[in-house]
Antibody, heavy 126, light 105 residues
Framework: QVQLQESGPGLVKPSQTLSLICTVS??????????WSWIRQTAERGLEWIGR???????NYNPSLESRVTLSVDTSRDQLSLRLNSVTAADTAVYYC??????????????????WGQGTLVTVSS | DIQMTQSPSSLSASVGDRVTITCRSS??????LNWYKQKPGKAPQLLIY???SLQIGVPSRFSGSGSGTDFTLTISTLQPEDFATYYC????????FGPGTRVEI
C-alpha cells in the first residue's frame, strides 16, 4: 500500500518561499503510469490543484499559480518537492500531495487522485 | 478554465436515507468526472472515477452517473460513516474541484 507524507515548515513569512517535500513509501515514484500532484485546501477557495509532475520531471501547472510554482522529483529518494515563491496570506492552506492514476476505460484514458498524503498546514504570517 | 458547481451546498439527512448530489461543469467534460469524500481533518478519499466506476474498496451503496456537463452522486442508504463533505473533480483538463456538498444530520 503506497503511502504519501508531506513535510516542511508550518510557518512561512510573507514574500518568502514555501517549500514542502512529499515522501512516497510502500512503492516507488518510478516505473508506474502515475503523475504526482500537489493540491491545497482552504475554507475560502476549497480544493485547488497546484500542479503535477511525472517521474521524468515533466510538469503541468495551474495557470493561476504557474509563475510562482516549481515542482521537482528525486526518484532516488522517492520524494517530490514543491516550491511556491512570493507567498502571501492567501497561500495559507493545507497542502496535500496525491498520486494521479490513469486507467483505460471504454477506449479512453481517465485519471483520478487515488492516493493522498495526510496534508500539512502551512501558515503565511510574519 | 473549467468551473465546477455542486448542489446543494449542504443537506440534512438521516441514516437510511437516499441522498443525491449534483455536479455541473461549465463545459462538456465527457465522463472525466471523479467524486471524493472528505471527513474533517482527513484527506479526500476517491469514491467514483470516470463518472460511474466504483473505486476498489468503496461500498456499493455509492454510485455515480452522468456525462457531458451534468453528473450525480447517489448514496442509496446513508450510513453513519457517510456524514462528510463530498467533492466532484473534473479530470478533462488538469483538475478542478467543485465547492463541495456537506452531508450532515
Amino acid at each position: 500500500q503506497v503511502q504519501l507524507q508531506e513535510s516542511g515548515p508550518g510557518l512561512v513569512k510573507p514574500s518568502q518561499t514555501l517549500s514542502l517535500i512529499c515522501t512516497v513509501s510502500g512503492g516507488s515514484i518510478s516505473g508506474g503510469s502515475y503523475w504526482w500532484s500537489w493540491i491545497r485546501q482552504t475554507a475560502e477557495r476549497g480544493l485547488e490543484w497546484i500542479g503535477r509532475i511525472d517521474d521524468s520531471g515533466s510538469t503541468n501547472y495551474n495557470p493561476s499559480l504557474e509563475s510562482r510554482v516549481t515542482l521537482s522529483v528525486d526518484t532516488s529518494r522517492d520524494q517530490l518537492s514543491l516550491r511556491l515563491n512570493s507567498v502571501t496570506a492567501a497561500d495559507t492552506a493545507v497542502y496535500y500531495c496525491a498520486r494521479e492514476v490513469f486507467v483505460m476505460l471504454r477506449g479512453v484514458v481517465v485519471s483520478s487522485f487515488d492516493n493522498w498524503g495526510q496534508g500539512t498546514l502551512v501558515t503565511v504570517s510574519s | 478554465d473549467i468551473q465546477m458547481t455542486q448542489s446543494p451546498s449542504s443537506l440534512s439527512a438521516s441514516v437510511g436515507d437516499r441522498v443525491t448530489i449534483t455536479c455541473r461543469s461549465s463545459q462538456s467534460i465527457s465522463s472525466y468526472l471523479n467524486w471524493y469524500k472528505q471527513k474533517p481533518g482527513k484527506a479526500p478519499q476517491l469514491l467514483i472515477y470516470a463518472a460511474s466506476s466504483l473505486q476498489i474498496g468503496v461500498p456499493s451503496r455509492f454510485s455515480g452517473s452522468g456525462s457531458g456537463t451534468d453528473f450525480t452522486l447517489t448514496i442509496s442508504t446513508l450510513q453513519p460513516e457517510d456524514f462528510a463533505t463530498y467533492y466532484c473533480q473534473q479530470s478533462f483538463i488538469h483538475g478542478t474541484f467543485g465547492p463541495g456538498t456537506r452531508v450532515e444530520i
